[in-house]
């Protein structure tokens, strides 16, 4: 069925002016397409990664090395889903607002200008870059090592955030994370 936005509304799911730059701790959950079950199995309630879920999970656990100023809390990897919780500690200032200075041939620095202003990260950026990398390593699953073919895409499109705001709520989140699999059946994503 083709786009028709007389039919077909799609609505923000984000907070209305929030600035999802600025430090804060973030719960995010991210969906298979067709919520496929493809990163493993639960067995006696515990998850049970295949080669994709171990790939997801790497992926995951690298984003404070890869992206300054982000650090990632309770995490887990669910057959078609993940849940995990980021933090945007603080964001670096953006490249190129003051002078370089570079060395010149006899090693004294050489004032520059500004080449321009690079945009600050937010969150959708990290979510982004953690979708895109995680579908071309996936691929590879798929020529390399026969991991199951996905349709078309390997994420939905979307994700579900929350912006946690105190001790109580990022408490039962961490909760609802490590106890995920042992819900399972009883979980809203549950194929």
């Given at each position: 069925m083709r786009f028709n936005p007389k039919i077909h509304h799609r609505r923000s799911i984000?907070?209305?002016g929030y600035?999802?730059?600025?430090?804060?701790l973030y719960y995010i959950t991210i969906c298979t397409q067709n919520k496929a079950c493809i990163f493993g199995k639960i067995n006696n309630g515990k998850m049970v990664l295949n080669g994709a879920g171990t790939m997801i999970k790497t992926i995951w656990s690298e984003i404070p090395v890869h992206y300054h100023g982000f650090d990632i809390h309770?995490?887990?990897?669910?057959p078609n889903h993940i849940h995990g919780i980021i933090q945007i500690i603080s964001n670096p200032a953006p490249v190129g607002t003051g002078p370089r200075a570079c060395p010149d041939n006899d090693g004294q620095p050489i004032k520059g200008q500004p080449q321009g202003i690079a945009p600050t990260m937010t969150l959708f950026d990290i979510v982004h870059r953690f979708k895109s990398f995680t579908t071309n390593q996936y691929n590879k699953g798929v020529k390399q090592n026969n991991w199951h073919p996905f349709d078309k895409k390997l994420w939905q499109r979307?994700?579900?955030e929350h912006v946690i705001r105190n001790e109580k709520s990022y408490d039962q989140i961490c909760e609802y994370i490590a106890t995920?699999?042992?819900?399972?059946q009883d979980d809203k994503y549950y194929v």
């Amino acid at each position: 069925m083709r786009f028709n936005p007389k039919i077909h509304h799609r609505r923000s799911i984000r907070l209305q002016g929030y600035d999802y730059s600025q430090p804060g701790l973030y719960y995010i959950t991210i969906c298979t397409q067709n919520k496929a079950c493809i990163f493993g199995k639960i067995n006696n309630g515990k998850m049970v990664l295949n080669g994709a879920g171990t790939m997801i999970k790497t992926i995951w656990s690298e984003i404070p090395v890869h992206y300054h100023g982000f650090d990632i809390h309770e995490f887990v990897v669910m057959p078609n889903h993940i849940h995990g919780i980021i933090q945007i500690i603080s964001n670096p200032a953006p490249v190129g607002t003051g002078p370089r200075a570079c060395p010149d041939n006899d090693g004294q620095p050489i004032k520059g200008q500004p080449q321009g202003i690079a945009p600050t990260m937010t969150l959708f950026d990290i979510v982004h870059r953690f979708k895109s990398f995680t579908t071309n390593q996936y691929n590879k699953g798929v020529k390399q090592n026969n991991w199951h073919p996905f349709d078309k895409k390997l994420w939905q499109r979307n994700y579900y955030e929350h912006v946690i705001r105190n001790e109580k709520s990022y408490d039962q989140i961490c909760e609802y994370i490590a106890t995920n699999p042992q819900q399972w059946q009883d979980d809203k994503y549950y194929v």
